[in-house]
């Protein structure tokens, strides 16, 4: 099955400023199939990024995804406050489906 | 709007069986699979099964072929997730998501928590 490193672990940064997190693949995501979610505590995930590059409906355009093969970006261009969070990827393009293991981005 | 509404939460001891449910709404219920991940707590999230609700085909993952059975009722529009023989380490968050088939699961329920105590 395909592992997914998502780096940092956790990212502290301060409202206004740019985040870029970052997933790894151990082996090529089929057809970029490689998606980017937000999860706050208590919430349902929330489908940000789908096929490396794709924004889901009524995303903000402050986020943004980009990569292919093995490595794979989401990138949000200033965070607001609501943006503190957990983000995770998830490769659908070979099965078992597989998640990484999340960025914290939390408040400097 | 989709919406996914799950069970809630569930205290079970060891041994025993825990059924979720996961009621949609806003859609085609037949039109999607309906997916069961779960998040054991400090680790990351693992696919555990899917439903095709239109015509009940179901995959597991072979980590739990031998103890999760993935069923759905179409004129509730509600899918459900048993997992049996329970043990400490079935502790975790329970999610349902729907997506079609080789696309990216775009909607999800809020979690179930399953604690497993004696």
């Known amino acids: 099955e395909i592992v997914l490193t998502q780096s940092p672990a956790t990212l502290s940064l301060s409202p206004g400023e740019r985040a870029t997190l970052s997933c790894g693949a151990s082996q090529s995501v089929g057809s970029n199939s490689l998606a980017w979610y937000q999860h706050r505590p208590g919430l349902a995930p929330r489908l940000l990024i789908y096929d490396?590059?794709?924004?889901?409906?009524?995303?903000?355009?402050?986020?943004?995804?980009?990569?292919?093969?093995?490595?794979?970006?989401?990138?949000?261009?200033?965070?607001?406050?609501?943006?503190?969070?957990?983000?995770?990827?998830?490769?659908?393009g070979s099965a078992p489906r597989t998640f990484g293991g999340g960025t914290k981005v939390e408040i400097k | 709007q989709v919406q996914l509404v799950q069970s809630g939460a569930e205290v079970k001891k060891p041994g025993a069986s825990v059924k979720v449910s996961c009621k949609a709404s806003g859609y085609t219920f037949t039109g999607y699979r309906m997916y069961w991940v779960r998040q054991v707590p400090g680790q990351r999230l693992e696919w555990m099964g899917w439903i095709a609700a239109g015509n009940g085909d179901t995959r597991y993952s072979q980590k739990f072929q031998d103890r999760v059975t993935i069923t759905r009722d179409t004129s509730a529009t509600t899918g459900y997730m048993e997992l049996s023989s329970l043990r400490s380490e079935d502790t975790a968050v329970y999610f349902c998501a729907r997506a079609l088939s080789g696309r990216a699961c775009d909607s999800w329920g809020h979690g179930t928590p399953v604690i497993v105590s004696s």
């Not at chain 1, 093969?69 to 609501?82: A, H, V």
């Open chain 1, 52 to 92: 490396a590059s794709s924004r889901a409906t009524g995303i903000p355009d402050r986020f943004s995804g980009s990569g292919s093969g093995t490595d794979f970006t989401l990138t949000i261009s200033r965070l607001e406050p609501e943006d503190f969070a957990v983000y995770f990827c998830h490769q659908y």
